[in-house]
T-cell receptor
Framework: DAGVTQSPTHLIKTRGQQVTLRCSPK?????VSWYQQALGQGPQFIFQ???????QRGNFPDRFSGHQFPNYSSELNVNALLLGDSALYLC???FGPGAYYGYTFGSGTRLTVV | AQSVTQLDSQVPVFEEAPVELRCNYS??????LFWYVQYPNQGLQLLLK??????LVKGINGFEAEFNKSQTSFHLRKPSVHISDTAEYFC?????????FGAGTRLTVKP
């Protein structure tokens, strides 16, 4: 049973560029949440997608956007990258839009902005 | 909105000693509580969760946690730690909509 799959595992971008991160949820899950984890900090909630719509959003600027596809996979897009966007980006999937059953996390994408 | 405070950023302990990692939460509604562990360069793995019912929750790897509503706490405990328990531990709270995490506690088990 495949868990949550994220790609790529690592990437390096230049300040001002745009990046797209991808996530495939665990089989049977229909909701995807994205988190940003800066070095030495806890994960910060970016947004959650359910039924192809953004359902909840944390305190992140509009430079952060996302999408969910009919097969429940999701993308996180970040425009106009800043040095401060360097972090581990975690995707979490769940069954249903709430967190009642907890989340299953992927291993993350390590983004470095130079 | 809910929030989580992990009271210790680092906890060093000797192998086979007991350990407690402290977590307090705040929320205006009923909550669900979770503990996750993160090993270096990996994602988060669920240790245990409290949804309702018994306030003492048992999880994987010998960990347990107790929900205390009056003190708004959800402390994680293990009676005897191993070197392999060295990791970052995160407490999380959900109001049923999304999940918010604490800043983490670095548990270091020394031989």
């Amino acid at each position: 049973d495949a868990g949550v799959t994220q790609s790529p595992t690592h990437l390096i971008k230049t300040r001002g560029q745009q990046v797209t991160l991808r996530c495939s949820p665990k089989s049977g899950h229909d909701t995807v949440s994205w988190y940003q984890q800066a070095l030495g900090q806890g994960p910060q909630f970016i947004f959650q997608y359910y039924e192809e719509e953004e359902r909840q959003r944390g305190n992140f600027p509009d430079r952060f956007s996302g999408h969910q596809f009919p097969n429940y996979s999701s993308e996180l897009n970040v425009n106009a990258l800043l040095l401060g966007d360097s972090a581990l980006y975690l995707c979490a999937s769940s069954f249903g839009p709430g967190a009642y059953y907890g989340y299953t996390f992927g291993s993350g994408t390590r983004l470095t902005v130079v | 909105a809910q929030s989580v405070t992990q009271l210790d950023s680092q906890v060093p302990v000797f192998e086979e000693a007991p350990v407690e990692l402290r977590c307090n939460y705040s929320s205006s509604v009923s909550v669900y509580l979770f503990w996750y562990v993160q090993y270096p360069n990996q994602g988060l793995q669920l240790l245990l969760k409290y949804l309702s019912g018994s306030t003492l929750v048992k999880g994987i790897n010998g960990f347990e946690a107790e929900f205390n509503k009056s003190q708004t706490s959800f402390h994680l405990r293990k009676p005897s730690v191993h070197i392999s328990d060295t990791a970052e531990y995160f407490c999380a709270v959900s109001d049923g909509n999304d999940m918010r995490f604490g800043a983490g506690t670095r548990l270091t088990v020394k031989p």
